[in-house]
């Protein structure tokens, strides 16, 4: 998936321009915010009851019922309002089939993310790389030039469209090879079984992805179009860096959910494999970042080099607030969740809205600040479960 992005964003920044690029990262983050928020914490729910549940149909018939309906409805909603709190986003209501558009790739993604999750509940998560990262990725590669007359519309089109075939393919998959058996039905036992950890991932989820939607929505409206693109393309390439720390975590919330008994265990092998994997990555893209920029043309490495190298640095606190997040999901602390991303979402946004008119480095500088205050207070939360736990075997 990192280098068929890769070649996605040099297409797109070879064949439009810096502020189309602009419009359409922030329609794509606020899709992927949409998704996020139509997911009602299923994605963490799957991974956590799925290995051990008997009613495996009715768990993910419930699950992509509610998910489907809550993004036809927030997706609706943003298509609707967005222009008027984001005038940029005027490109919307150019046309019915933009918006309708708009709203099914924001099922489609949403769908997406909760298949991937079945899959890593399987032990399956081979299907994600074959669906995601080969298929979707191929297919988006093909779509920018066909789609250039749509200008903006056609880069969010081109990636969204991608996701709805991989949205597709993946649930044809389950229903192949899974014996999944699709039906229309909610199953109110499960969801008064799974509600209470859904909401509370949900609400965590929520907050923790709020930044990935408002920063660029920030950046636009405070800096201009053309910088909003610098910024997402910087984010884009730095997301290569958190997404190593998403797939390592993804593996231990699905092992640790299989055997809770040898979680710390797990936990340090993860610490070890990040820290072998992160840092490494991190001073690469600090040294080849700025060459690689280049490649996208002049403008890009002229005014994203700054932010791209403040994103390198966050990587590891990033990976950090990963590991530690998805500890506090395994033994479902889902409070301590909530609490640590509402902190999460209001200093990164606050401090890019205060910050953003000095510059994008300084948007990278929030994003740093937020990521490394999160870890500092999720590894204090887990110490202090962490010494709660011993002294409490010592009593027994």
């Avoid at 297409?11 to 990262?25: E, F, N």
């Avoid at 469209?161 to 998959?173: G, T």
């Avoid at 969801?191 to 923790?208: D, I």
């Avoid at 950090?320 to 999901?329: K, N, S």
Wanted: aromatic share 12%.
């Amino acid at each position: 998936m990192a280098a068929f992005g890769f070649v996605f964003w040099v297409i797109v920044a070879r064949l439009y321009q810096p502020a189309q690029l602009g419009v359409a990262s922030t329609l794509i983050s606020s899709m992927n915010f949409i998704a996020y928020l139509s997911l009602l914490g299923f994605n963490s729910t799957f991974v956590r009851f799925l290995p051990q549940s008997r009613n495996r149909d009715e768990h993910i018939n419930t699950g992509l019922i509610l998910v489907t309906g809550a993004a036809l409805l927030s997706g609706g909603l943003f298509a609707v309002l967005a222009p008027l709190f984001a005038p940029k986003l005027g490109i919307l209501h150019q046309s019915i089939w933009f918006e309708l558009g708009f709203v099914a790739l924001c099922v489609g993604a949403a769908v997406n993310l909760v298949t991937d999750s079945i899959f890593v509940a399987y032990r399956a998560a081979g299907y994600n790389l074959l669906v995601d990262g080969l298929l979707a990725s191929s297919i988006q590669l093909l779509l920018p030039a066909v789609l250039i007359g749509l200008g903006a519309y056609g880069i969010y089109a081109a990636q969204g469209s991608a996701v709805f075939v991989a949205m597709l393919v993946s649930l044809l998959f389950l229903i192949k090879k899974f014996q999944y058996r699709p039906a229309l039905k909610l199953n109110h036992q499960v969801w008064q079984e799974v509600k209470q950890y859904s909401f509370g991932n949900y609400a965590g989820n929520l907050f923790n992805t709020l930044p990935s939607i408002l920063v660029p929505i920030i950046v636009l409206n405070k800096l201009g179009a053309a910088p909003a693109g610098y910024y997402y393309l910087a984010f884009m390439m730095a997301n290569l860096l958190f997404a190593i720390a998403y797939g390592v975590t993804q593996s231990l919330f699905a092992e640790g959910s299989y055997e809770e008994r040898q979680l710390w265990l797990l936990v340090k092998r993860a610490a070890a494999l990040l820290a072998v994997l992160v840092i490494p990555a991190s001073l690469i893209l600090v040294v080849v970042g700025p060459f690689i920029l280049d490649v996208f043309g002049r403008n890009y490495g002229l005014h994203a080099r700054q932010v791209l190298l403040v994103l390198a640095a966050a990587a590891p606190f990033t990976a950090a607030c990963a590991l530690g997040t998805v500890t506090l999901r395994i033994t479902k602390h889902v409070g301590s969740i909530l609490l640590i991303n509402v902190f999460y979402a209001l200093i990164i946004c606050g401090l890019a809205f205060a910050w953003a008119p000095r510059g994008l480095a300084w948007v990278g500088g929030a994003w740093l600040s937020g990521q490394v205050l999160t870890a500092v207070i999720i590894f204090a939360v887990l110490g202090f479960q962490h010494r709660r736990h011993w002294n409490a075997r010592r009593l027994a």
